[in-house]
């Protein structure tokens, strides 16, 4: 599978950004997509996790009612909409699909990674 994501840069606290991910071959039987991030320093973190067909989404504490995961099923792309940001929202953000069975954000695979930077 490809996954490519666009829509990074930076922002101001409080501001929006919208990443997206096109995404092309093979999607793992698991049908879920979703985003993680590493910040400089330290270690992956999961941010949201989409069943792609039975809908469940799951989102890390840090980011819910801030972020909201959505797909385009014609253009193949699943979308991260991204409000009231904070300055450790920055990170690289990944989009990602194959959600692990015991921790949804163990992802199987993942693209290059957009960079997310808040001041």
């Known amino acids: 599978v490809q996954l490519v994501e666009s829509g990074g840069g930076s922002v101001q606290a409080g501001g929006s950004l919208r990443l997206s991910c096109t995404h092309s071959g093979y999607i793992s039987s698991r049908h879920c997509m979703g985003w993680f991030r590493q910040a400089a320093g330290k270690e992956r973190e999961g941010v949201v996790a989409r069943y792609t067909n039975g809908g469940s989404i799951y989102y890390a504490d840090s980011v819910k009612g801030r972020f909201t995961i959505f797909q385009d099923n014609a253009k193949d792309t699943v979308h991260l909409q991204m409000n009231s940001l904070k300055p450790e929202d920055t990170a690289t953000y990944y989009c990602?699909?194959?959600?692990?069975?015991?921790?949804?954000?163990?992802?199987?695979?993942w693209g290059q990674g957009t960079q997310v930077t808040v001041s």
């Open positions: 990602a699909e194959g959600c692990g069975e015991n921790d949804v954000f163990d992802f199987e695979d």
